[in-house]
């Protein structure tokens, strides 16, 4: 049994008094570079094109609408939609579903064509691309050819990975495919720490990939991607958080975003919670029992700017439905655009804004609240 799905914290285990980290960084993220964070602002403000101004207004007003009518209206095409390249991991971490090996729905790796046709459909409005959901992005082989793709019709390209492929040839790759943004999962500076949650990672491997996207970065003179060191606050890493930034200098990453975490089965507490509440999406209640900060109130920005699909095709709302257990339509043979506007589609927003607790994936969701330490 893995040592991190035991509850350490409960009624019967008193919490240890919150211990205050002496980090001389801000809580949502560091700039490495100076102007790093400007310069990918810019990548995306400047592909901002008319018709995608439009559209995230149409979604913004229709949004706050719905909130002061307290009934779903929508107008607007999504302006941010994630595509899963995968679901397979070559980790094991504890909360995650593909490291877990625990998804009902099948595994398997979305096609360029695929892909192809879903980039023509949206690019007119969406200007936001994620090249990842679940599993690890570069498993799929052709993850930066879509990267090349998307980009070339200027699209804001990002992914996240564990960094275990960057090789000197992939590292190459990446560059020149245009991605915007590398977002590469470090959530511990030593091998012992980041192999806790990391269960099965190689942190030197990690560490020599970003250098080569860095290398060839410069050498190639690119200022994309840019590369953010992502550290996932957990018990076992939050005492090397210094650490982490002081190893993205060194291996010339841009940012170093620390990201609370989230859990499964918290009420009673769980041992991956650090005792830094400020990077802990939890807190204990006066009974003993553990309840997320946030307050979960009826409305969703993300139903009405974004959505996620699946490399099977399936569009589900938003990335805390990782196995796909709402489905809001499937694309084969559909448009997005149908999906979007479907029934499916509304009767969803529809029970969001009556009664968001009462849907699974949403009671233990951050939107509405922040998840880079708050
Ligand atoms: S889980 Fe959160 S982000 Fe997803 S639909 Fe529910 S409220 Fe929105």
Avoid at 25 to 32: F, T, Y
Avoid at 142 to 149: C, G, I, K, N
Avoid at 233 to 255: F, I, T, Y
């Amino acid at each position: 049994m893995n040592k991190f799905r035991r509850p350490f914290r409960s009624s019967k285990h008193p919490v240890v008094p919150c211990q205050p980290l002496v980090l001389p960084v801000k809580s949502r993220g560091v700039e490495i570079r100076r102007g790093a964070k400007f310069r990918d602002t810019w990548q995306l403000v400047r592909r901002l094109k008319l018709s995608r101004c439009i559209n995230l207004g149409r979604l913004y007003f229709s949004y706050q609408a719905s909130r002061l009518l307290k009934k779903p209206i929508h107008a607007g095409l999504p302006a941010a939609v994630a595509v899963e390249p995968t679901t397979s991991c070559n980790l094991r971490c504890p909360e995650c579903p593909s490291g877990l090996r625990s998804f009902s729905r099948p595994t398997g790796r979305l096609s360029l064509a695929d892909f192809k046709n879903l980039i023509d459909e949206i690019s007119p409005f969406t200007l936001y691309l994620t090249l990842y959901f679940q599993g690890e992005p570069y498993l799929n082989k052709e993850l930066l050819d879509m990267v090349a793709y998307a980009h070339a019709r200027g699209l804001y390209t990002a992914t996240s990975t564990n960094a275990h492929f960057l090789t000197d040839d992939v590292a190459r790759r990446t560059v020149e495919s245009g991605l915007c943004r590398l977002i590469i999962s470090v959530d511990g500076a030593t091998q012992d720490v980041y192999a806790q949650y990391r269960v099965g990672g190689r942190l030197q491997k990690v560490l020599d990939g970003a250098r080569r996207v860095a290398a060839w970065k410069r050498q190639l003179k690119s200022p994309t991607p840019h590369v953010i060191f992502q550290f996932l606050v957990v018990r076992p890493n939050e005492h090397q958080m210094e650490d982490v930034a002081r190893l993205a200098k060194e291996c010339g990453a841009d940012e170093v975003r620390f990201k609370t975490a989230q859990v499964y089965d918290y009420e009673n507490g769980h041992p991956l919670i650090p005792l830094n509440e400020k990077f802990a999406r939890y807190r204990l209640r006066a009974d003993g029992r553990w309840e997320i900060k946030n307050a979960l109130g009826n409305r969703c920005w993300r139903m009405w700017h974004s959505c996620v699909v699946t490399w099977d095709g399936r569009v589900v709302p938003c990335c805390f439905d990782k196995d796909a257990t709402h489905v809001l339509g499937q694309l084969n043979g559909r448009s997005l655009k149908d999906v979007w506007r479907g029934s499916d589609y509304r009767e969803f927003r529809r029970k969001i804004l009556r009664a968001r607790r009462e849907i699974d994936i949403c009671t233990n969701c951050t939107e509405g609240t922040r998840v880079w330490g708050h």
